[in-house]
């Protein structure tokens, strides 16, 4: 009897296994931050963490640069097949949402831990008479204006108190650096549509203030408002004075990291403090020479301006789910995974970006405690608006951002077309309304 008892016993055991193995699924998980080892630990954590608690169940990471991984995995969407379960997400393409293409989170994500300005940020309309919870915003970033302090001290240049120059020393700095021999800013325009936007939008921004900003880009103030006009012409006098790169055009934004920190070539670095994802790794994975001396500034002051003492600051790289994943319970786990503010404490530690997962600061143990510091220096008295280079698209029409692309990410900075052909241009586009 005993050893008939045994013997169901093993087979009832080996049939559990059998079938737990026969359920159990391979998911995949498509993810930007190719280069970026010290965002990659975190989310390989988050993956052993989700397999750890879903036993027999796998997740399979396939890293891209964002650029190569968008047209593919909209080709698979439209196509219905071939798109992975979980996905990494930002507003880059903000018609996979209206498309139907997310998953609604608004469910089955311990929300708890995430802060609450980040669940606010990606709910949104979606498909048609739906509004949801659509991403998971593992990052945020403010953007910020980097600089080398060993170049400006060797140009003579000294950051005021407040770490914001005047429009007319600002004009001086960009001068000294562009008689020296160095592009004032290390910007790579070829890949990213919005990379050479962060100057002139931090020069709107300080002039118009945060709610003319917005005015401005939704299409509510013209582009002949002669504050906007003035902003222009200054900046085009940064250009003419040697502020970009001639390779701007065809510098990528990881060419642009090297060309600011290894090889030295530009002062500053307009950019999203994002930046130390891609910095803070060891040189030979492209990260900064570990003698490199950084420093940040805020923006420039302008005269008679509404936004002093302001900067853009919002939700970056994201997580989404593929609402048609064949495995869509165990993808939303692997979203929840990040949902943990031990995840948030290891992101901050690892990356040096802030993130939209609640964190504990007090078990916060990093080597990156002098880039913390330097942060909350500079940004002591900092108010933030929420938006950020990446996400100006969201509040102009498509026509709109079209041409701003094409004038303030291309034209102007390589001289092509000058302030007032610019602003005729947006006002053209602004009219049209589409």
């Not at 006098?237 to 600011?260: C, P």
């Not at 070539?265 to 003698?291: E, H, I, L, N």
């Not at 165990?330 to 990040?338: P, Q, Y």
Request: glycine share 8%.
């Amino acid at each position: 009897m005993r050893q008939s008892l045994r013997s169901f016993s093993l087979a009832a055991s080996l049939a559990l296994v059998t079938a737990s193995a026969a359920h159990a699924v391979e998911l995949q998980w498509w993810s930007h931050w190719a280069i970026e080892d010290s965002k990659k630990s975190v989310l390989f954590e988050a993956k052993r963490r989700f397999e750890q608690k879903n036993p027999g169940n796998t997740v399979t990471i396939t890293f891209y640069e964002k650029k190569n991984m968008w047209p593919t995995l909209r080709a698979a969407f439209t196509a219905g097949s071939g798109f992975p379960d979980v996905f990494y997400y930002d507003t880059d393409v903000p018609e996979f949402m209206t498309a139907g293409w997310l998953a609604d989170l608004s469910s089955g994500i311990r929300w708890e831990n995430i802060e609450p300005f980040g669940k606010a940020f990606w709910t949104r309309p979606g498909p048609p008479g739906k509004t949801g919870t659509w991403a998971i915003p593992v990052e945020t970033a403010s953007d910020e204006i980097y600089y080398n302090k060993k170049l400006f001290k060797q140009l003579g240049i000294t950051v005021p108190a407040g770490f914001a120059f005047t429009q007319d020393q600002f004009r001086d700095v960009v001068g000294k650096c562009a008689r020296a021999g160095y592009a004032a800013f290390a910007t790579g325009a070829s890949d990213r549509e919005w990379a050479a936007h962060y100057i002139p939008n931090a020069l709107l921004l300080d002039t118009l203030g945060a709610d003319d900003f917005r005015r401005l880009a939704q299409g509510e103030i013209s582009w002949k408002d002669p504050r906007v006009v003035d902003v222009f012409r200054y900046y085009k006098e940064l250009i003419d004075l040697g502020a970009y790169a001639k390779t701007l055009s065809s510098m990528t934004l990881a060419e642009a990291h090297r060309y600011f920190h290894t090889e030295q070539k530009a002062c500053m670095f307009p950019v999203g403090s994002w930046y130390t994802g891609r910095a803070f790794v060891p040189p030979d994975k492209g990260g900064q020479p570990k003698d490199f001396e950084l420093g940040m500034l805020n923006n420039p002051v302008v005269k008679d301006g509404k936004g002093h003492g302001q900067k853009f600051l919002g939700v970056a790289g994201s997580l989404g789910v593929a609402a048609k994943s064949p495995n869509l319970p165990l993808a939303v786990k692997v979203a929840d995974a990040f949902a943990d503010v031990e995840i948030g404490n290891m992101w901050m530690a690892k990356t040096g970006v802030q993130t939209g997962i609640k964190t504990d600061p007090a078990k916060i143990d990093s080597p990156l405690k002098w880039y913390f510091d330097e942060y909350a220096r500079v940004n002591k008295t900092t108010r933030w608006v929420d938006l950020t280079a990446q996400q100006v698209r969201l509040l102009m029409k498509p026509g709109l951002w079209e041409t701003y692309v094409a004038t303030v990410n291309q034209g102007l900075p390589n001289k092509l077309i000058g302030p007032d052909e610019a602003l005729a241009k947006l006002e053209e586009a602004r009219l049209k309304g589409k």
